[in-house]
């Protein structure tokens, strides 16, 4: 059975620092669509960015580009997301989630998409 478990969400002032972590276990398939996801006050869950376990290009969701970095280390099954430079719009609860594989051609940034998702950990950034 997958399972995955979100870390490091914190409060932070803007223009700060903080490092998500995703630790998965069971995963068994060749490989996988992983990706953190967000969801904030009065909007959809959207994607933050999102990755092929296999290796390949990642997506970043517009909300991210240039702020946010993505990345695995498949030896520990932990995904990251660096998140520097935060604005208060950032605010909100962010997910992983996992969805098995067979290439990353199928990978997408569609909530919908995703079969596996953690309980979240809450990013708070004040003014």
């Known amino acids: 059975q997958i399972e995955l478990a979100e870390f490091g969400g914190d409060s932070v002032q803007a223009g700060g620092s903080l490092t998500l972590s995703c630790s998965a276990s069971?995963?068994?398939?060749?490989?996988?669509?992983m990706g953190w996801f967000r969801q904030v006050s009065g909007r959809e869950r959207e994607v933050v960015a999102r990755l092929y376990t296999g290796g390949g290009s990642i997506y970043y969701g517009d909300s991210a580009k240039g702020r946010f970095t993505v990345s695995l280390d498949n030896a520990k099954n932990t995904l990251a997301l660096q998140m520097d430079n935060v604005k208060p719009d950032d605010t909100g609860m962010y997910y992983c989630a996992a969805e098995s594989s067979r290439s990353e051609n199928y990978c997408t940034h569609w909530t919908n998409a995703y079969g596996y998702w953690g309980q979240g950990t809450q990013v708070t950034v004040s003014p």
């Open positions: 069971g995963f068994r398939a060749v490989g996988y669509c």
